[in-house]
């Protein structure tokens, strides 16, 4: 069976909600220097996007957590790699989405250790009916269903990332 898209989160709400984010964000912070930090893959074009829209300084980093295959499943062991020390620096962590909540307990554990001055989280998608950890983004764009969606950065498969605006895979092989 084929695999196939419809439009759950339109290009034009996509990049309302980022401006929102990004007004908060910066309002919040509140010129003090941010440090970013993108979780690869799925983070990038998110952050590309709200990165442009923040208004006050900030650095740009990424880390790379592999909790998922290239399919559906999460398997909940984490590796993270980043180069950022981050003692007494203000991180906010971006996610394109907060599922299971596997993968940010593990990276902000991690980071916790290096006692940042503040460490919180934005998550562009939010499912919360799939969460395991004990765990809730500060920042959130969308809250959706347990739906398998693509788009603005999330894959199947490594397809649909370039996307700009989610949208729900139909028919999409179980994990493999
Ligand atoms: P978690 O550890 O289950 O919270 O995994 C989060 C990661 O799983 C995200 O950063 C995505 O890469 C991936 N993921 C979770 N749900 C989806 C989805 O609906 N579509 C695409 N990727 C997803
Ligand atoms: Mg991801």
Redesign the pocket.
């Known amino acids: 069976m084929s695999s196939q898209l419809h439009t759950f989160i339109t290009t034009e709400e996509v990049q309302t909600k980022v401006q929102e984010l990004a007004i908060q964000i910066s309002k919040d912070y509140n010129q003090t220097q941010l440090h970013l930090v993108g ?1 690869l893959k ?1 983070s990038f074009i998110f952050l590309a996007d709200l990165a442009r829209a923040l208004k006050i300084p900030c650095s740009i980093y990424f880390v790379h957590a592999s ?2 295959g290239d399919r559906q499943t ?1 398997s909940g062991i984490v590796k993270i790699q980043h180069s950022l020390n981050m003692s007494n620096k203000h991180v906010l962590i971006i ?10 307990s593990s990276i902000i554990k991690e980071f916790d250790k290096q006692q940042p001055a503040s460490l919180k989280v934005c998550a562009f998608l939010n ?1 919360p009916e ?1 969460r395991q950890a004990d765990i809730e983004a500060d920042y959130t764009g969308f809250t959706i269903p347990n739906e ?3 788009g603005y950065g ?3 498969g490594e397809l649909y990332r370039n996307l700009p605006y989610i949208a729900r895979l139909e028919n999409a092989e179980e994990s493999s």
Do not use: A, P, Q
């Not at 996610?95 to 940010?104: F, Q, R």
């Open positions: 979780v799925g909790s998922y999460s996610e394109d989405i907060l599922d299971t909540g596997l993968t940010l499912k799939r398998f969606v693509v999330l894959d199947y």
